[in-house]
């Protein structure tokens, strides 16, 4: 069975601190996978990653792909309290099939 | 920007109504999704559609139904609604690799 795991699924932290979110995957037919962050509705995208060890950053955010071991981290550096949220892992199979990880609730206290 | 709309933000239903959920997207996409997010769980697929008039059954169809009768619109339809029905709906669009979410529909089965 095609699986996401994300690790942990609760983190608080203070705010300035630095933060690695984990997903492994365990899937069939891989395509790419996805991260989204998602605060009080929608999620909203974050990085897409299709090939193994090139890092994708946008502002204090940034993530990376491991094919070998089947799994992708997001690093957020210098947190605020607006990166609070759950971050989705989610990988793209194709044939419009997505496999959603649990989610880890992040939690940034001031 | 693409924009998926759901017609409703939060929904009280008493149990045994027929609900319908509608989901609404403006950049011609083929592909839509029906989850529903729960603590812990996740987010879950219910049904999906590649096309007009076409439905796949997801994760957990049970208990759900879809209508794909034109490209924009997918609905979801809980012929008569139970308590543990009770949780965020989230509808879907994808695009290749990208999938844009509608804002979320909060269901209440009371």
């Known amino acids: 069975e095609d699986k996401v795991v994300q690790s942990p699924l609760s983190l608080v932290v203070h705010e300035g601190d630095t933060v690695t979110l984990n997903c492994s995957y365990e899937v069939t037919n891989f395509r790419s996978l996805l991260w989204y962050k998602q605060e009080k509705k929608a999620p909203t995208f974050l990085f897409m990653l299709t090939s193994s060890g090139i890092e994708k950053k946008s502002g204090r955010l940034s993530s990376i792909l491991d094919k070998k071991e089947l799994s992708s981290i997001l690093n957020i550096t210098a947190t605020q309290t607006g990166d609070s949220a759950i971050y989705l892992c989610?990988?793209?199979?194709?044939?419009?099939?997505?496999?959603f990880g649990q989610g880890t609730r992040l939690t940034i206290n001031p | 920007d693409v924009k998926v709309t759901q017609s409703s933000r939060y929904l009280v239903k008493r149990t045994g109504e027929k609900v319908f959920l509608e989901c609404v997207q403006d950049m011609d996409h083929e592909n839509m999704f029906w989850y529903r997010q729960d603590p812990g769980l996740g987010l879950r697929l219910i049904y999906f559609?590649?096309?007009?008039?076409?439905?796949e059954k997801g994760d957990i169809p049970e208990g759900y139904s879809v209508s794909r009768e034109k490209k924009e619109r997918f609905s979801l339809i809980l012929e008569s609604a139970s308590t543990n029905q009770t949780s965020m709906y989230l509808c879907a669009s994808l695009e290749n690799t990208e999938a844009f979410f509608g804002q979320g529909t909060r269901l209440t089965v009371v």
């Open positions: 559609s590649y096309d007009v008039k076409m439905k």
């Open positions: 989610v990988e793209f199979q194709g044939a419009q099939k997505l496999v």
